[in-house]
């Protein structure tokens, strides 16, 4: 529990003052939403209409809102969160895979006032513990010489400076990445981001190559034996036991690159262990491993953008990149790393880090003493909660839930994943994967949320359902949510 003495003015107390709530208790397909003993604290501020008026007024209006009447979220714990009304939702997306260990998470609360009664901000240009207790932290978690760390607010920033860093130490400048990809959106990365929605119509990208996406489920090749994942594609397939053709045939499609696109040398490569926005693609079996072969040989660094798939979310492994059986240079993370504070980090081997001599980069919010403190205590919840299991028991009972329902529904193209990082893709039939047009992917989402579950939604048609919940989710809280998913696309096929 949080001590007394925490400011009543100053964030929310553990102990919360509890209100009568309107909550739904729903029942879809017999399956009831799983309850909990929390009451969320009665709403007392602007209306929904004001602000939305704010927002029309006082907001870009290129800020990207969900729904098309949005909800207005109030309060969260663990995997719930409630609107100004009282109304509870499932939360299927973590704040954009972010709320790792769960909303409100009272361990993450208590680290977080007891470091702000302390020192709320100081710059890293003086020494503070809660940094290095950090960093030590941080990298106990890494393998091989991954031993260097430093910390900045958001995973753009973080692959922003991995792409300087492999440039400044290789003298290299280009790289490679993967079409469908999605690294950040600051103007410096903008060039590694390989789709067209996400672009504007500016400079950028020179010197950035995007390969062939090794996509076994829409790409010119792989099938029903290329993944390793509990739920394969449907796709015929050609590969042999022990053999995927289709990796040989994407890595011809790197050394292309690397043979006219490139000159002898190189700066880098980036990849996803398994893409976030760009839908929740995974690469065939061993694609990854004789790729960074093939960048080492020309000079380059090999990234692995951990913003989504680290911190124990795929079940198996910690990282990513421990699954596919590969060891990067330079390692980028951010989202889960504290639960929804603004951090994030890059961490490489001391060699590379001795690169950052050359001239001063500083980042006045980097390493902010009640982030890492925040980041610290996430930590200790994987850990103390065993939530790594956890999403490889629920992450591959969820999945092979989801599809069933491939069975089910003609638009139910293909479901993908590995521990708690699921796609849902959607498609207008099975034998042409035409993406399904984005009214009628809309109208089964919205009824999703109709039904108090929250997915997200991505790839590059916009046809993916993006399922990264928090990792303290139940099986019983997926089964609600696959009842749900079930009947919304019976109604929209009814309704067709």
């Known amino acids: 529990m949080l001590s007394n003495n925490v400011p009543k003015n100053c964030f929310r107390l553990a102990k919360r003052q509890l209100s009568v709530s309107r909550v739904a208790k729903q029942v879809v397909g017999g399956v009831k939403m799983p309850d909990t003993d929390f009451t969320p604290e009665k709403y007392e501020g602007m209306s929904y209409e004001r602000a939305r008026e704010i927002r029309q007024k006082h907001l870009v209006p290129g800020l990207l809102t969900y729904y098309k009447t949005p909800i207005f979220v109030h309060q969260g714990h663990k995997q719930w969160l409630f609107d100004t009304d009282g109304k509870r939702y499932l939360d299927m997306f973590a704040g954009i895979v972010t709320c790792g260990v769960g909303h409100c998470h009272p361990k993450v609360e208590e680290a977080t006032f007891k470091q702000m009664r302390k020192l709320w901000h100081t710059t890293n240009i003086y020494m503070h513990p809660t940094i290095h207790e950090y ?45 469908n990809s999605y690294h950040g959106a600051t103007p410096g990365v903008l060039g590694l981001l390989a789709q067209q929605n996400w672009k504007f119509n ?24 290329c993944k390793e994942s509990p739920v394969q594609t449907d796709r015929p397939c050609d590969c042999q036991p022990g053999h995927c053709s289709a990796s040989d045939a994407y890595l011809s499609q790197l050394q292309e690159v690397l043979d006219y696109n490139c000159p002898n040398k190189i700066a880098g490569y980036f990849a996803e262990p398994l893409q976030g926005v760009g839908g929740t693609v995974q690469y065939p079996k061993d694609f990854m491993p004789k790729a960074y072969e093939k960048i080492r040989e020309h000079g380059g660094l090999c990234i692995s953008d951990e913003v989504q798939t680290g911190f124990g979310r795929l079940g198996s492994h910690f990282w990513g990149f421990e699954w596919m059986g590969v060891m990067p240079d330079i390692v980028t993370c951010a989202k889960s790393i504290a639960n929804g504070f603004p951090m994030a980090a890059v961490i490489t081997t001391p060699k590379i880090a001795e690169t950052m001599k050359q001239a001063i980069t500083f980042n006045t919010y980097g390493g902010n003493p009640m982030s890492c403190a925040a980041a610290s205590a996430v930590l200790d919840v994987i850990d103390e909660e065993n939530l790594q299991q956890n999403c490889a028991d629920v992450g591959t009972y969820y999945l092979e839930s989801l599809a069933k329902l491939r069975g089910e529904f003609e638009v139910v193209g293909d479901v993908r994943g590995k521990g708690l990082m699921i796609g849902v893709e959607l498609v ?27 997915f997200g939604k991505g790839g590059r048609f916009g046809n993916v359902l993006r399922i990264k919940p928090p990792m303290c989710i139940t099986k019983q809280d997926t089964d609600y949510a696959v009842a749900v998913l079930r009947e919304s696309l019976r109604e929209y096929a009814d309704a067709k």
């Open 202 to 225: 500016t400079p950028l990208g020179f010197g950035n190559h995007a390969m062939s996406n090794p996509d076994v489920y829409r790409g010119p090749w792989g099938g029903k034996n």
């Open 428 to 454: 207008t039939d099975k034998a042409s994967k035409k993406p399904l047009p984005a009214a009628e992917v809309l109208d089964i989402w919205e009824r999703t949320k109709d039904y108090g579950v929250l």
């Open 135 to 179: 960093a030590e932290k941080l990298v106990s978690k890494m393998p091989g010489d991954l031993k260097v760390c430093y910390f900045v607010n958001s995973g753009s920033e973080a692959n922003d400076l991995a792409m300087m860093l492999a440039r400044a130490h290789t003298g290299n400048w280009d790289i490679i990445n993967h079409r």
